[in-house]
Structures are given as C-alpha cells and as structure tokens.
C-alpha cells in the first residue's frame, strides 16, 4: 500500500473505534439505552436479554466507555490529518500499539469477567481496525 492508501485506511480505522462510542453514550439514559444494551448482549453472546442497562453503575461506566472509544477514534483521525504526512510509519505504529493494546486488555478482561465470547467480536474488531497497517507503507 502506499502512504496515501495508510492515510485513507486510518480514517476507517478511526471510524470502527470511535463509533462506538456514541452507542455506548446512548446507554448513558434509560430512553436510549437499548443499542448499548443490545451491543453488549450481542457481544457477551448468546443474545439472551441478560445485559441491562437498569443500574446507574452501569450508565455511568458506558459514559466512560463511550467518551474514551469516541475520544481515541476522533485522535486516530487527526493523527491521519496532522501528523501522518510528517511521520507515517510512527503513526501508524502508534495507533498499532493502541489497538493491539485494547486488544489485549479488552479480551482478557472479557475472559476474566466470564464473556469469552466477546474475544471473537475482539478479533474481528482488530482485523478490520488494523488492516493494512500492519506492514509499512511503500513510498512512491
């Protein structure tokens, strides 16, 4: 791929984290709630209707979550704008790191909290996320 190509596939990279953060921020408030609610349940499958979104604790933990993965897709995005055209191959090992990092975490975390499933939404997430920029761009 050439740098152009990473610079183009880093905004979609930016797209598949931070949107979820506005999902999740709909789980913020009850009236709202369900496509947050309806995430984890698809993501701790089996879809059972086991997750809720009832308790404060648990909007206010998605608050979190959804600032966070909006937050970190919003800076992929200006690194691809600002920062890529002067040091491509650190950026891109930059947002590597992150993703391969919250790939870590998030999965163990997943086992630890008895939703192994998620590891697989893990991988797939990881795949798309991370694409291309796994090899340096060629310059042209």
């Known amino acids: 791929m050439t740098h152009q190509q990473h610079q183009s596939y880093l905004k979609f990279t930016a797209w598949v984290v931070g949107s979820f953060g506005p999902i999740f921020f709909l789980g913020t408030m009850l009236p709202t709630a369900e496509p947050a609610r309806l995430t ?3 993501l701790s499958f089996p879809l059972d209707g086991v997750q809720s979104y009832e308790a404060p604790t648990t909007r206010f933990l998605s608050a979190l ?15 691809q704008k600002w920062v ?10 930059a947002v590597l790191a992150g993703i391969c990092a919250w790939f870590m975490l998030d999965s ?6 008895e939703n192994p499933s998620n590891v697989w939404f893990n991988v797939l997430v990881l795949l798309l996320a991370v694409g291309p920029l796994w ?4 310059s042209v």
């Open 65 to 79: 979550t959804g600032g966070f993965l909006f937050g970190w897709g919003v800076c992929i995005w200006c690194l």
């Open 84 to 93: 890529y055209v002067k040091a491509p191959n650190e950026v891109r090992k």
């Open 135 to 138: 090899t340096p761009a060629k």
């Open 40 to 42: 984890l349940d698809l």
């Open 108 to 113: 163990a975390g997943s086992i630890a909290s």
